[in-house]
């Protein structure tokens, strides 16, 4: 099982957002059988199946065994991944893109989007995945605002001069600097 399936079809996205079949991804967590989805799900073992089915279909489970059970095989599914992500690709871009500024809005879910795409396209059968996470809070006045964002910039571009090289192993940093809604603001 994948940590992290992306969706880049319209075809996946449909058989995955539905509500009942969610409800059945999340039962194929762990390998299961329609049958023991069923009496979860308070579902008959057709329902479930025909939803499996799709799921299959759609590259979204998968059957890893099955087993006889009073005469008849019955398959046992496993969801592929623990985490599906689906790409803003899915629904384009509405109305024309604009020319962005790194002040912007815009230029920051261009970002978010970039960043989940990378994330996702990563080699998770590679026994190393150096990576860094960061995040916290930072208060700015409203007077200090430019001058924070001055510094932030400056600080970033020295570290993009200092390892900017050709040699070595890539990496993409992005840093996102939002307001925070849950934080009080004076402004």
């Not at 099982?1 to 996946?12: F, K, P, S, T, W």
């Not at 899915?90 to 970039?114: C, F, M, N, Q």
């Not at 400056?154 to 390892?163: E, G, H, K, T, V």
């Amino acid at each position: 099982m994948r940590d992290v399936l992306y969706l880049e079809q319209i075809e996946q996205a449909e058989a995955l957002l539905k509500p009942q079949r969610v409800d059945v991804l999340r039962q194929l967590a762990e390998p299961r059988s329609c049958t023991e989805v069923a009496a979860v799900l308070d579902q008959t073992p057709q329902r479930v199946y025909y939803h499996v089915k799709r799921l299959v279909e759609a590259g979204l489970a998968a059957q890893v065994d099955q087993r006889r059970v009073r005469g008849i095989t019955e398959g046992v599914y496993q969801a592929a991944a623990r985490s599906y992500w689906l790409s803003p690709e899915l629904v384009g871009r509405l109305g024309p893109r604009r020319v962005r500024d790194e002040l912007s809005l815009g230029h920051l879910l261009d970002l978010a989007e970039r960043v989940q795409a990378d994330v996702a396209a990563l080699d998770r059968a590679r026994p190393e995945l150096p990576s860094l996470g960061v995040s916290g809070e930072i208060r700015v006045r409203p007077e200090q605002r430019q001058q924070f964002f001055d510094e932030l910039k400056d600080a970033l571009q020295d570290l993009f001069s200092r390892y900017g090289g050709a040699e070595g192993d890539a990496f993409r940093l992005a840093v996102a600097c939002y307001p925070n809604h849950e934080g009080k603001t004076d402004g």
